[in-house]
């Protein structure tokens, strides 16, 4: 993965994407559900023609800086997305705090990535308690010397229509998509603020951004406001 600008964000639209960050010139900035399409250096990536709007990255920058040696937080990083975002992490040098509300999962999880030969620790975190963030950001920081990247992933895909969906229904996925990922910037926000590489990454979904499903009003909406 390329290192993008200090203080970028990017939002992942198709909730499956695990690869290398494109390389971005410093002040680029893309549309809704685009990458920033500026190159950060002749040949660094193929441009805007790499991505349409709501598909996948084709091509991808080359290393430009390495991550060996830098600290990473995944939340929902147990399992799925996360724990793939996680392998690539620390296959690539970083230390990789996984973070999860399922304590045997990550276990496993953190077992399976130190079997290959990845720094990784669980943190157990329920993004919804701002307190427990709290607490796996300064484990992290405290294992691997500070945080350089977090990764909001966690979220859950619950269904429920219109017609039948409670305020519970509502209140939890906001909760656990949009408010979850609120508490884990806030709660890594001093450490990234110290680090000379800090990065956050959301993940999003092309549902509620980019299209909607019978169902899933209220976690396309919950995905749109990330």
């Given amino acids: 993965p390329t290192l993008a600008p200090k203080g970028a964000v990017f939002a992942n639209q198709t909730s499956s994407f695990i690869g290398p960050v494109p390389a971005i010139a410093p002040g680029a900035r893309g549309g809704k559900g685009e990458a920033c399409a500026a190159p950060a250096r002749s040949g660094a990536w193929a441009g805007p023609a790499a991505l349409k709007r709501g598909g996948r990255l084709t091509s991808f ?21 996360g724990l793939g975002i996680a392998r690539v992490f620390a296959g ?13 999962e990550g276990r496993a999880a953190q077992a399976a990535l130190a079997k290959d ?13 701002r307190a427990e963030l709290d607490k796996a950001a300064a484990e992290t920081a405290a294992a691997f010397g500070g945080i350089d990247v977090l990764c909001a992933n966690a979220g859950i895909l619950p269904q429920a229509r219109i017609a039948d969906m409670s305020e519970a229904d509502w209140d939890d996925i906001f909760a656990t998509n949009a408010k979850g990922m609120l508490f884990s910037l806030q709660a890594c926000l001093p450490w990234l603020q110290r680090s000379s590489a800090g990065r956050v990454v959301l993940t999003s979904s092309i549902t509620g951004p980019l299209t909607g499903y019978p169902g899933w009003s209220h976690y396309g909406a919950s995905k749109a406001a990330m």
Avoid: H, Q, W, Y
């Fill in 61 to 81: 920058a080359p290393m430009s800086t390495s991550l060996r040696g830098r600290s990473v937080l995944v939340t929902g990083g147990t399992k799925g997305i």
């Fill in 117 to 129: 030969g990845g720094r990784v620790r669980f943190c157990r975190a329920d993004v919804r308690r």
């Fill in 92 to 104: 690539l040098g970083a230390g990789v705090c996984i973070a999860g509300r399922n304590e045997e």
